[in-house]
């Protein structure tokens, strides 16, 4: 039987991953920069937790901040839009060149 000082060093060790831990700052810094990517990859390595885990912890830190869960909709919406500004512009221009070359 172990000794009884022993079991709280091991269930505190620092390297033990924790995925209910803060993310690191670069990895805040990347979501602002509307990098979600990276900043799942910061986590996974920062905290050394598995691809799920770090999705999730990025997730759950991105839905407890208003600010920064608007500002990435608003991205998304922009990139939707700029999207369909050009899927118009090559059918447009697909009409123009088969009716000028029929």
Known sequence: MPAPSAQPAIAGAP???????PIPPSAVSALWRGNVIEAVKLVRLE?????????????????SQPVLRKKM?????????????????????GAVLTYFLM
């Not at 905290?47 to 839905?63: C, E, M, N, T």
């Not at 369909?84 to 512009?89: D, G, I, K, Q, Y």
């Open 15 to 21: 390297n033990a991953p924790s995925a209910r831990g």
């Open 47 to 63: 905290q050394q937790i598995g691809l799920k885990d770090a999705k999730d912890l990025v997730d759950a830190y991105v839905r």
């Open 73 to 93: 909709e608003q991205a998304h919406a922009d990139t939707r839009e700029g999207l369909l500004r050009w899927l118009v512009f090559l059918l447009a221009g």
